[in-house]
């Protein structure tokens, strides 16, 4: 009999490939972090002798969630500027309370309050963008979830650093520092086509190919900004990309909210994954994005939840919920975004627009062992007569029992088993007091 670390046991496993198949009564076996099997749960004793083994029965198991666009450290100003449009809560409110309140510190405590939230949600991989990257990367590296972080490019000066060459330097020298460690992948990550310009992009370009970096960053998020490209450029901020050649299968493109069909043809040439943000969209006034236009292009569409800041919430289920009920709406056909779709946007797909779907985003023997377990045996979930309609529609956030990241149980019974949630609150308040709106 074969020694393991771990059997989990529960009634269903869903494991992000393509098909609506669900295994019934099946156990995952974990050994050395990783994905060792997947057996019926009658033989899977017989074969495997297990350190721990989980019996979670009504359970549903999934791909830990990968959030593919954030800004972590930005949830120290949920809340703090609500109801605004794009615009006016960047220019007027955020970039100036950011000018304010932005430190090593600052993104160490915000960061450690957005990955204490993500896992809690079910999240175990996040892609990041933002200042003072080796904070961040401390906390991921404490609390041990996968993340890839982005080497921030901005054309004016923050509190990070003073000019794109400057970012890049700092950046680099983070990338080396971290480069080696297990869960932290880099990318470069210039803001958005409105906040860069032509040299930069090309730097960054150049940069990009020769140390085989992907790239992250936001575009088309509103009509202005396509609108103000035309007026600046004569084209929009696709074609822009496309003629300076940063349209490619590493490009992590944020919203792609306002996208004509021409620009859709451009993504879909260039391999460029769309990542989506619905709920921030939404509350911004921004727009919804057209996963039907995406998805008829062949264009992998995974998703986000942006900042705190902007959407409240570091929630994927809700996004995977807000997305196909308002497509099902749109489109007016109830069949479209089914389950299943949703929730490979959110792990496989999410996977491959980081380059990490060899690594994780699905339950496949030898992938990494990044999974959630979600109870359906509750009043919300009951009856369950199919088990991903029930965790679509039904459950929450709240019903996520256990949250493991490469073989390590991050979150058991509900409980964070990593972070400490009341220094994590006590820290959260000091900073309250500090940050006072503009």
């Known amino acids: 009999m074969e020694k393991v670390e771990k059997i989990i046991s529960p009634s269903w496993i869903f494991l992000a490939e393509e098909g609506d198949e669900v295994l019934k009564d099946h156990s995952i076996v974990v050994s050395g972090g990783a994905i060792h099997d997947v057996v019926p749960t009658s033989d899977v004793f017989q ?52 000018n304010q309140h932005v430190s090593f ?29 080796e904070a961040t990367a401390e906390v991921v590296s404490k609390v041990g979830i996968r993340a890839n972080i982005g080497l921030g490019v901005l054309d004016f000066p923050t509190n990070y650093a003073n000019d794109p060459e400057d ?60 609108e103000d490209s035309i007026k600046a450029f004569g084209i929009t901020p696709i074609q822009r990309m496309q003629d300076l050649g940063v349209l490619g299968p590493k490009l992590m493109a944020a919203h792609c909210v306002h996208v004509s069909e021409a620009d859709a043809k451009l993504l879909s040439v260039n391999g460029v994954s769309a990542i989506c943000n619905i709920s921030s969209n939404m509350k911004l006034g921004s727009g919804i994005p057209d996963i039907n236009q995406l998805l008829q292009r062949g264009i992998n569409v995974a998703l986000g939840t942006d900042s705190s800041a902007s959407n409240n919430a570091l929630d994927m289920m809700r996004e995977m919920r807000a997305l196909g009920l308002v497509s099902k709406g749109l489109n007016m056909r109830s069949e479209f975004l089914k ?86 609150l006590q820290r959260t308040k000091i900073w309250q007091t500090k940050i006072k709106r503009i």
């Open 47 to 98: 074969l495997y002798e297990a350190s721990e083994a989980y019996q979670l029965s009504n359970h549903l198991i999934l791909p830990g969630f990968i959030n593919a666009h954030s800004h972590s450290a930005m949830s120290l100003l949920k809340g703090y500027a609500d109801d605004l449009p794009l615009n006016t809560w960047l220019n007027d409110h955020i970039w100036p309370a950011e």
């Open 105 to 133: 510190d600052f993104v160490k405590d915000g960061s450690t309050l957005a990955i204490a939230e993500m896992i809690k949600g079910g999240t175990t991989t996040f892609n990041d963008m933002y200042f003072f990257p």
């Open 167 to 226: 970012y890049l330097t700092k950046g680099f020298a983070f990338r080396d520092q971290w480069r080696d460690h297990k869960l932290i992948t880099t990318c470069l990550a210039p803001h958005a086509p409105y906040t860069i310009s032509n040299k930069t992009f090309e730097l960054i370009n150049t940069y990009a190919e020769q140390l085989d970096l992907g790239i992250h960053m936001h575009l088309h998020e509103t009509r202005s900004e396509v």
């Open 339 to 424: 389950p299943a779709e949703l929730i490979r946007m959110a792990t496989i797909n999410g996977a491959k627009a980081l380059g990490l779907d060899e690594l994780t985003g699905s339950i496949s023997k030898g992938k990494r062992a990044d999974m959630i377990a979600i109870n359906l045996d509750t009043i919300e979930s009951q009856p369950c007569y199919e088990p991903l309609s029930s965790f679509m529609y039904s459950a929450d956030r709240s019903s996520i029992e256990y949250v493991w990241i490469d073989g390590n149980t991050k979150l058991k019974q509900g409980q964070l088993v990593c972070l400490d949630e009341e220094d994590i």
